[in-house]
């Protein structure tokens, strides 16, 4: 059934003939059950905390590029006990460190990612009028809140924000000041709001898609959010069981992760011992790996929609890019010991992890080369997002590869917790997932507000970016090589680290750069909310269901049912006379 | 169970009854067996089959797993193995001795 | 409330099965056997990694009032009968059986959890707090978040049995399908126990 004929703006009700009452304010706007109210509330929630962890690492990187020197200004608004004499304190720096990462991945990327890009997209994408049980899309929303809300606030508290790292290894998180406390409790709320929200789009994948929308024929995108759901529903409730674990360690004094003669600043600890700081490696990282999934599978899903739509081909490989991704969300599950390689496992086990590491590399591998060969023979449209979705693939490559000889044991031995480590991951989620998320906001701006972003400013936010982060990470690779420890509050106090301390400057200087960099894409989003040229249905041209929506849609999504004729991909289909079909229109 | 009529449920009360006593009579066996102090590895695995059969009876019948659907089915066994390597493989990896051969 | 109409909310989605709440429920035990999954692979690799268990030596039965454990074992057995009994009712159309089966099925919920008040301030009592040593620990925690599970528990039973119950006039089938979700939910309190009872008290 075509809509073409639909204006832009559309405030369309799916069912016309109820005697529709208007919400009050706080109902439409604060305490909405409408999973694109939702999913914004997430999106723009993320963004503020995205960028709320960068700024904690760009203090955090004038300590490193200058070590020992004071900070204009800021110094001395950062106050005495952070700044004393306007000098990064070490504990801040500890903190400034374990917080960028805690928030960067909970309350910003995944958020983003699942919460944001997830709500708004999936149930429009898949022809549903909302998710499965949209209030309790609302609770997970409003228990997320309260999380980010109480870990920002432990910075206010008794010594400070956690500061054992984002991973909170104990014994020393066990015995760390208070605000390690409001971090336990913190991602309690924030991993219970997991739980529910995987919930929901799992059973909203399954039982809602519209009449004609086999699994075959659903965008890449919802396949990935389908394999990051049961991540989350898996994976995370060991890591609340440990945070509970810790709480009582921390709280009640029990031992769950104190070993036995643990002496803490040459007096014996007090406590009963005959616990494992082992556990709560495992148990962390059981989380944590597949959380690493989590962060890159709904990119990958962007990147997908994003340049099946620029190139005007099908995506290449489609099925083997499905069973790809389903073959990494399950091995997630194996591999996670490769983070603790070091701790002093024997050879068998380290072996096993090793192997089942090398093999989870083969599905990436096998994703990223299907989106390479899916740019062969296109007719390459670069618009923004396009920009955004083709820089990911050698960014995610490089991401990739240099993850293989951290999942070497050999070579790990000499690389674990350098510089390395952090190269190696950054790449994966700053150039690779956030490059991803920002082609997503670009892409899916149109439908959420009915008017486009300038794509000369996105042109600029691009390049600025992706020169500017490449200064930041390119650079650690060498200085992990040389020997540099992650997590030194002062790299000049060591040799091999004053030789690499001139790329110190560099990242810092990259990372202040690459913060202006935004400056074009805030300023465009903003902006293009009232002055942006205003869009139809489908302004792309796109195949997939949500463009058949109204821009942005109503209460209920579609003014008619949907239904679905075809494969979510058809471009430039041979005899047809537009170079799209889309999947929601009875013939071509 | 879905939308069957409420005629059919009275006529298949039998087994929940039966599931009943048999776990009561699973409990008294297990803190019985408790009492003859078998070697703990024997005990372990009496109490841990003992378990296993009452849970199976819970699960299989009070929670009509029994005739649930393949969606659920599927779910559960991903679980019940990512449950499984949780259990096994940080102790493996903990208790690994001077042979290299983990629980040695 | 201008609420959009889900589908698949009573009636079963024809390909799967199930009613999108059945679907929900089970997809949130998978969770929680994560859950305490965690927790049981933490007891054991902390139960092996110390010489003595209990670390002060004798028996876990010695430590623990195996009687009262098995009192308890039997109650929440016979809840999960009840728990059947209150679903049973609502298919066969009668609320107020089920208000009587459900009801029962809370009581006994509270007794459970009276029984546990008194083992925990026994042991308080003689200044055995969870800090005591890691068996103490083990048993709090994890008697303790099941103990969690079971108040989530009364508060869904009572809610059915009240405000909830005034779903039965408009949709009985609804009503009866959320009544079968808390079911699922409180036999997976009550399975969660039946490993719970052995591996801290008899093992």
């Known amino acids: ?588 | 169970m879905d939308a069957a009529g409420h005629e059919d449920v009275s006529k298949h009360m039998g087994p929940y009854y039966v599931v009943f006593v048999a776990l009561l009579c699973l409990t008294a066996v297990t803190v019985g067996v408790s009492y003859l102090h078998l070697n703990r590895p024997l005990a372990i695995t009496v109490a841990l089959i003992i378990a296993s059969v009452k849970a199976g009876l819970v699960a299989a019948v009070f929670m009509h797993l029994i005739s649930e659907k393949k969606v659920i089915y599927a779910v559960l066994i991903l679980t019940a193995l990512f449950f499984a390597l949780l259990l096994a493989l940080p102790n493996l990896t903990t208790f690994e001795h001077h042979s290299g051969m983990p629980g040695t | 409330m201008s609420e959009t109409v889900i589908p698949y909310m009573v009636k079963p989605h024809p390909v799967t099965g199930l009613p999108n709440g059945k679907f929900g429920i089970w997809l949130f035990l998978a969770s929680e056997v994560m859950l305490f999954g965690a927790l049981f692979s933490s007891y054991v690799l902390i139960r092996i990694g110390m010489p003595h268990w209990p670390p002060e030596g004798g028996l876990s039965s010695e430590v623990l009032n195996v009687p009262l454990g098995t009192f308890n074992t039997a109650v929440l057995i016979t809840s999960s009968i009840t728990m059947v009994l209150a679903w049973a009712s609502c298919k066969m159309g009668s609320l107020p059986r089920f208000k009587m089966w459900m009801g029962a099925t809370v009581f006994l919920a509270f007794v459970f959890l009276v029984v546990k008040y008194f083992e925990y301030s026994d042991k308080f009592h003689h200044d055995h707090f969870p800090k005591h040593d890691n068996f103490y620990a083990v048993y709090f925690v994890l008697t303790g978040l099941h103990g969690l599970h079971i108040v989530g528990g009364i508060i869904v039973n009572t809610f059915l049995l009240t405000w909830g119950s005034r779903m039965w006039k408009t949709d009985p089938e609804h009503f009866t399908n959320r009544v079968e979700n808390a079911g699922l939910y409180w036999h997976f309190v009550d399975l969660v126990w039946i490993f719970l009872f052995p591996s801290l008290y008899l093992l």
């Open chain 1, 1 to 588: 059934m075509s809509v073409e004929h639909h204006t832009a703006g559309g405030n369309g009700h799916a069912h016309a003939d109820h005697g529709h009452h208007e919400l009050p304010f706080w109902r439409k706007y604060i305490f909405s059950v409408d999973h694109k109210v939702i999913g914004i509330q997430y999106a723009v929630t993320a963004l503020v905390f995205l960028f709320f962890g960068f700024s904690l690492m760009m203090l955090l990187r004038w300590q490193l590029a200058y070590p020992g020197q004071p900070l204009p200004v800021l110094g001395k608004l950062l106050g005495e006990t952070a700044m004393p004499g306007g000098v990064m304190a070490p504990e801040f720096y500890n903190q400034l460190g374990a917080m960028h990462g805690t928030i960067m991945v909970f309350l910003g990327v995944v958020p983003l990612a699942v919460g944001g890009f997830g709500n708004f997209v999936v149930p429009l994408q898949i022809g549903a009028p909302d998710m499965a049980f949209p209030r309790l899309n609302m609770v997970s929303y409003w228990v997320f809140l309260p999380g980010c809300i109480l870990m920002v606030c432990s910075f206010f508290a008794d010594g400070g924000a956690a500061q054992s790292g984002w991973t909170s290894y104990p014994p020393l998180s066990d015995i760390a000041p208070p605000g390690q406390t409001m971090w336990c409790l913190a991602m309690v709320l924030i991993i219970t709001s997991s739980l529910l929200g995987s919930i929901n789009f799992i059973v909203t994948i399954v039982q809602l898609r519209a009449k004609g929308l086999t699994y075959w024929r659903l965008p890449f995108f919802v396949h990935a959010q389908l394999v990051t759901a049961f991540l989350l529903l898996l994976a995370f409730p060991p890591l609340e069981a440990a945070t509970v674990m810790q709480l009582m360690d921390r709280l009640a004094g029990t031992s769950f992760f104190l070993p036995s003669g643990l002496v803490v600043s040459g007096e014996q600890l007090k406590a009963a011992g005959g616990g494992s700081p082992l556990l709560w490696q495992h148990l962390f990282w059981f989380l944590a790996h597949p959380e690493v999934y989590v962060l890159i599978l709904p990119g990958m899903g962007i990147v997908a929609e994003v340049i099946a739509n620029n190139t005007r081909k099908p995506l290449w490989g489609y099925r083997l890019l499905v069973y790809s991704v389903i073959f990494i969300g399950f091995m997630s599950f194996v591999v996670w010991a490769h983070h603790m390689f070091m701790t002093g496992m024997g050879t068998t086990m380290s072996t096993f992890f090793q192997t089942t590491t090398m093999i989870i590399s083969i599905p990436s591998v096998v994703i990223l080369t299907c989106f390479i060969m899916s740019l062969y023979g296109g007719n390459i449209r670069f618009t923004s997002p396009m920009l955004f979705a083709t820089a990911f693939l050698p960014m995610f490559a490089i991401g990739g590869l240099t993850g293989l000889p951290l999942g070497l044991t050999a070579s790990d031995i000499y690389l674990h917790d350098t510089f390395y480590v952090i190269g190696h991951f950054h790449y994966v989620v700053a150039p690779g997932t956030l490059f991803a998320l920002f082609a997503g906001i670009y892409y899916w701006y149109p439908k959420a507000t009915g008017r486009q972003l300038s794509d000369k400013l996105g042109k600029v936010h691009f390049w600025l970016s992706f020169v500017a982060i490449n200064f930041v990470f390119m650079p650690m690779f060498f200085q992990g090589m040389a020997g540099l420890s992650r997590r030194l509050y002062d790299p000049t106090v060591y040799a091999h680290g004053r030789g690499v301390q001139a790329l110190n400057v560099v990242i810092s200087w990259g990372a202040w750069g690459l913060a202006l960099a935004q400056l074009p894409f805030i300023v465009n989003f903003f902006m293009s909310l009232r002055a942006g040229a205003r869009v139809a249905e489908n302004p792309w041209h796109s195949t997939t269901l949500e463009w058949a929506a109204p821009s942005p849609p109503g209460h209920g999504n579609f003014l008619t049912e949907p239904v679905v004729y075809r494969e979510p991909y058809e471009y430039s289909v041979p005899g047809k006379t537009k170079d799209y079909s889309p999947q929601f229109q009875a013939e071509g």
